[in-house]
């Protein structure tokens, strides 16, 4: 069993940078690409971000590219994405996933966490 622990959310106001952090308690964690989902309110839960094992493949969902920035570190088995000129359209909960494929669609991640709020503010 893996956990996924995700941390950085917080308010900010548009235009303004958050990263997200997520840790995992795995000693496999260079085996999994990672991911980041989000879920704004009454709305499903959407792809934004993914990172192959190594790091060295990224792909983003067309909202968020230019933008967001995801990236990983093995050593410390953790996850992040860096999210500059934030929008008020990007306020949802952030949650990471671990998944076997890249861009993973939202049944073919292995393991969750348990999500973050980021909130921009207009």
């Known amino acids: 069993q893996v956990q996924l622990v995700e941390s950085g959310g917080g308010l900010v106001q548009a235009g303004g940078s958050l990263r997200l952090s997520c840790t995992a308690s795995t000693r496999t964690f260079s085996t999994y690409n990672m991911n980041w989902f989000r879920q704004a309110p009454g709305k499903e839960r959407e792809f934004v971000a993914s990172i192959s094992r190594s790091g060295g493949s990224t792909d983003y969902a067309d909202s968020v590219k230019g933008r967001f920035t995801i990236s990983r570190d093995n050593e410390k088995s953790t996850v992040y994405l860096e999210m500059n000129s934030l929008k008020p359209e990007d306020t949802a909960v952030y949650y990471c996933?671990?998944?076997?494929?890249?861009?993973?669609?939202?049944?073919?991640?292995?393991?969750w966490g348990q999500g973050t709020q980021v909130t921009v503010s207009s």
């Open positions: 996933a671990a998944s076997l494929v890249l861009r993973p669609t939202i049944g073919k991640n292995n393991y």
